[in-house]
């Protein structure tokens, strides 16, 4: 639609994981990043159809995310309890 009628704005929203990864966060950052990155390529090839696209990168702001909906690894491996565990710690 936005191509035949040469304008339109896409907002895509990933998060502020999408430019600053955390110790334990590295599947989410991934996503994020992936996000981002697609946004910029998509951003550039639209551009020439009169299109627009905004990232927006939201600061922290409570979800259910370390929730009811958090799941812990059923197995600790105790190598990591200084960098991703100390996240996992933080999230209980």
Excluded: W
């Amino acid at each position: 639609m936005f191509r035949k009628q040469k304008s339109g704005h896409i907002i895509q929203i990933p998060s502020h994981g999408g430019f600053k990864a955390l110790a334990g966060c590295g599947v989410y950052n991934a996503s994020k990043f992936a996000v981002e990155g697609f946004s910029e390529a998509l951003s550039q090839e639209i551009a020439p159809l009169g299109n627009k696209l905004t990232i927006v990168e939201p600061g922290p702001f409570r979800t259910n995310f370390a929730g009811s909906s958090f799941r812990h690894a059923q197995k600790i491996i105790e190598d990591y309890n200084l960098t991703a565990g100390s996240f996992r710690e933080r999230m209980k």
